[in-house]
């Protein structure tokens, strides 16, 4: 039972343009989201997160979305670098359980020049 | 602050071997996890410790996977004996005791043939 989906296994997409990156989730307990990036040969590393009592989070060029009532969130890469070439990977943390991640598949994004 | 350790990055056994992967999470971090991830597919929690007390181990395949975190530090994960649908990445990852500075390591990379 996949709980947390990232239904485009990659993406495409040219330098400056935007990039976006969606994520629903079937768990209603869920209440806190998170997304992170992954390198080849390397562990994810944190890049931004949502609580759900917010629908808009920013960071920079990264901003995360969420839709409680669709059960989805993206996440929009403004404007898209080479360097954001890698996996992306959306997760989410039940109430109560403090720490325990539940991943998404992950979504492969290649910013072409 | 130097981050998770983890060794040995790669490793190849045959099928029905044993192997052990060992972790060294950041500093004062309280809660280890232990993740495996198969190619495709997202990072799937085997195990948290807390301190060196078993938090979940609800997904660990206790028939053949073991974990201990001995003195509340570092920890091992052991598989014994290996099957082939067990080759994946196996990320190890700390955090504080209420989340904050989650982080994971580069992985350790097994191939059983």
């Known amino acids: 039972d996949q709980q947390v989906k990232q239904n485009s296994p990659s993406l495409s997409v040219q330098e400056g343009r935007i990039s976006i990156l969606n994520c629903d989730y079937t768990?209603?307990?869920?209440?806190?989201f998170l997304w992170y990036k992954k390198y080849p040969a390397e562990g994810p590393t944190f890049l931004i997160s949502?609580?759900?009592?917010?629908d808009k989070n920013e960071d920079g060029r990264f901003t995360v979305f969420l839709n409680k009532s669709a059960k989805h969130l993206s996440l929009h890469i403004v404007p898209s670098q080479p360097g954001d070439s890698a996996v992306y990977f959306c997760?989410?943390?039940?109430?109560?359980?403090?720490?325990?991640?539940?991943f998404g598949t992950g979504t492969r994004l290649q910013v072409t020049l | 602050e130097a981050g998770v350790a983890q060794s040995p990055r790669y490793k190849i056994i045959e099928k029905r071997q044993s192997v052990a992967f060992w972790c060294n999470p950041i500093?004062?971090?309280?809660?280890l996890y232990w993740y495996q991830q198969i190619l495709g597919q997202g990072p799937k929690l085997l195990i948290q410790?807390?301190?060196?007390?078993?938090?979940?181990d609800s997904q660990l395949p206790k028939d053949r996977f073991s974990a201990e975190r001995l003195k509340g530090v570092d920890s091992t994960l052991k598989i014994q004996p290996a099957k082939l649908e067990d080759s994946a990445v196996y990320l190890c990852?700390?955090?504080?005791?209420?989340?904050?500075?989650?982080?994971f390591g580069s992985g350790t990379r097994l191939t059983v043939v």
């Open positions: 990852a700390s955090s504080h005791r209420d989340f904050t500075g989650y982080t």
């Open positions: 949502i609580s759900s009592i917010k």
């Open positions: 768990n209603s307990m869920f209440d806190y």
């Open positions: 500093s004062g971090h309280a809660t």
């Open positions: 410790f807390q301190n060196n007390g078993v938090v979940d």
């Open positions: 997760a989410a943390i039940p109430t109560g359980t403090a720490s325990k991640l539940t």
